[in-house]
């Protein structure tokens, strides 16, 4: 697959986060040869927020899309809507819950509406997303991959070159083999012999 058959990995900051945050992301992405490029992410509240970001994407090219805490809410909203265009998602840090608050609702009620393939990528002490209730919602959306760092909390720039690696063999591998086989049936439409075997959660400790 050359550089420029690839879809382009478009990535946004946390609510508190600026594109400095983003720039070890980045610039490795393009260090392995993506099209890696700042997300813009709307202001206000994650519904909202997931409008303008849908208006905004380019309607003419497939795209990963993907940010860090917040902004990873914001891009799964994205993602549940099936919007044509997104042929990945990838959330750095997912927010599953107020922090130390695991008790509190979790922030899946949209995941099952996500269709594409989708990667996370967590640190094991990350007080957004208690490692258990993770790895459980995780193994709920219909293709998906989770990577889990030992040792590490909210921010993931101390590993930014392994999560680059792990992006990029993500849109190589599961994102391409999705753009042509086609996207998933809805959820209601599927059955365990239409639509073959759903392809495992995988889970891979750092550190």
């Known amino acids: 697959m050359t550089t420029h058959r690839r879809p382009a990995i478009l ?9 400095a945050t983003l720039a070890p992301f980045l610039d490795g992405l393009r260090r392995l040869g993506f099209a890696a490029e700042p997300l813009a ?3 206000g509240a994650a519904p909202a927020a997931a409008r303008r970001l849908r208006a905004s994407l380019p309607a003419d090219r497939l795209v990963v899309l993907g940010s860090h805490s917040f902004g990873g809410r914001v891009a799964s909203l994205v993602a549940a809507t099936d919007a044509p265009q997104i042929g990945g998602l990838v959330c750095l840090s997912y927010p599953l819950h107020r922090p130390g608050r695991p008790e509190a609702c979790l922030r899946t009620e949209h995941w099952p509406a996500i269709r594409c393939p989708a990667l996370l990528l967590s640190g ?9 209730l993770l790895r459980a919602a995780v ?27 792990r992006i990029a063999a993500f849109v190589e591998g ?20 239409s639509a073959g075997p759903r392809p495992p959660q995988r889970a891979y400790p750092s550190g």
């Open 11 to 19: 990535l946004g900051p946390g609510a508190s986060g600026s594109a």
């Open 41 to 43: 992410l709307p202001r």
């Open 124 to 132: 094991e002490r990350d007080p957004f997303a208690r490692l258990d």
């Open 139 to 165: 193994a709920g959306l219909p293709d998906a991959e989770l990577v889990t760092y030992a040792g590490l909390g909210h921010d993931l720039r101390a590993v930014a070159d392994d999560v680059c690696r």
């Open 174 to 193: 599961r994102v391409g083999a999705a753009a042509r086989s086609g996207p998933p049936a809805p959820a209601e439409a599927r059955s365990p012999g």
